[in-house]
């Protein structure tokens, strides 16, 4: 009589709850452009969502704690002249996130920690670069300040933020619209899929395809792929009965013949290998082999359910659990991924009655690690966010080392020039052990190259009235002009300084505000 035997994890008996009816964000008008991007960015401070508006794109930002029915008058971030497609939080400053939109630019801005009492309408800086919309934003994991940005022009540029500038353009890699972008663990490597159904490794310092594979799944639906901890890759996609997939995939991984029986092996002048084995029936096997393309097979497959919703992988490198959700799904598939075969374990479904519109994952640092809690995620409705809560089980009420491994933390480990210039650094970590605090307020500070070179525009001056203060004379020599610079710039942080200060004496009055109407009734 055979025994069957249990895999052992810790993660065996992860569960999903949904957070209660109170803990949710009510009466937010999500948006309906049809574009497969989560519409949806978490941090520990924050939580950012894409929404309806007239006249151009925006999103609103709350703060985690603002839970209940937010207000139809809720201040909204506002700049775009077209929809908004994709927004992503730096993660090395909780204040700063970036916008991309069918408008053709990025848009970098700073959020306060206090709620602002209009919209927010001037992003610390625009970043225009593509001829086409800009669906896809994805900040580097180690390099302070560099963001990447793929558009509808079939064009990757990966951005130095903190200037301005462009770092390096990737504008022959791709002959059809990029699908998914994500960095490696390092920031070393991309990994993209794009409409051409090939997924592909570039290393973008060298502008070079490391290895690519082409139609990794069969299906004619997009494709999305995200590195693991340990350098593979899990992609996501459709058979072509339009059964939706998980492929696990070893870039390093050479496996040419399966049978038991010896092999032999010789180089081509080309660098290729002629191998000779056999297969598992003992048929003897003649095979042409490139080691720079290791993508022949995949390490394990997961077909799932027959649907045509794409499915968003969300990649939790401490637990090494990718996450599925698809849109308009009403469920969440999750797996664990192992060096044992069958390498992809698949643990279980959290389900609900709604569909989805987006989701939103939190960092591990945001987490509740006295509730064991590994994952967070924030799913859209049509008209409220709602968390999901996924828990280990544990008695005890201490910390679980073993479900909390330090995590990478807010600091960066590289500057952009130092990446640019080759260097590469594994995240800053820090440990979880004693709940992660978020740092106070930070400005990004924006440097402009050359901005002396920059002459005033000719042409007549406006009219000065009798409230404005008077206007410096344009000034005739160099020195001059750098002093007349440096004072205009000192004034005009002085007015934003003094505009800041009022935006919260207001706030702060009209919540004492609040308190005396409540205490009233």
Known sequence: ????????????????????????????????????SSFCAVNPKFLA??????????????????????????????????????????PHNDNVIASASDDTTIMVWQIPDYTPVRNITEP?????????????????PTARNVLLSAGGDNVIIIWNVGTGEVLLSLDDMHPDVIHSVCWNSNGSLLATTCKD????????????????????????????????????????????????????WDPERFAAHEGMRPMRAVFTRQGHIFT??????????????????????????????????????????????????????????YFEITDEPPFVHYLNTFGSKEPQRGMGFMPKRGLDVSKCEIARFYKLHERKCEPIIMTVPRKSDLFQDDLYPDTPGPEPALEAEEWLSGQDADPVLISLKDG????????LRITKRNILDVHPPSG???????????????PSSTSQ????????????????????????????????LCELVDGTD
């Open 436 to 443: 992660y605090v978020p740092p106070k307020h930070r400005e």
């Open 197 to 248: 159904k090939t997924l592909r490794i570039i290393d973008p310092r060298k502008s070079q395809v490391v290895a690519e594979r082409a139609r990794p799944h069969e299906g004619a639906r997009p494709l999305r792929a995200v590195f693991t901890a340990d350098g593979k890759l899990l992609s996501t996609g459709f058979s072509r009965m339009s059964e939706r997939q998980l492929a696990l």
């Open 1 to 36: 009589m055979s025994r069957r035997v249990v895999r052992q994890s810790k993660f065996r008996h992860v569960f999903g709850q949904a957070a209660k009816a109170d803990q949710a964000y009510e009466d937010i008008r999500v948006s309906k452009v049809t574009w497969d």
């Open 124 to 140: 610390v800086i625009t970043l225009e670069g593509h001829s086409k919309r800009v669906g896809i934003l994805s900040w580097h």
């Open 481 to 512: 002009q750098q002093h007349t610079l440096e004072t205009l710039l000192e004034e005009i942080k002085a007015l934003r300084e003094r505009v800041q200060a009022q935006e919260e004496r207001i706030t702060a009055l009209e919540n004492m």
């Open 276 to 333: 000779t084995g056999f297969t598992r029936m003992s048929q003897r096997e003649l095979g042409l082999w490139d080691p720079q393309n290791n993508f022949e097979e995949p390490v394990a497959l997961q077909e799932m359910d027959t649907s045509n919703g794409v499915l968003l992988p969300f990649y939790d490198p401490d637990s090494s659990i990718v996450y599925l959700c698809g849109k308009g799904d009403s469920s969440i598939r």
């Open 49 to 90: 969502i894409i929404v309806e508006a007239g006249g151009g794109g925006a999103f609103i930002v709350l703060p985690l704690a603002k839970t209940g029915r937010v207000d139809k008058n809720y201040p909204l971030v506002t700049g775009h002249t077209g929809p908004v497609l994709d927004i992503d939080w730096c």
């Open 460 to 474: 007549p001056r406006r009219s000065q009235s009798a409230s404005e203060a008077p206007l410096l004379p344009l």
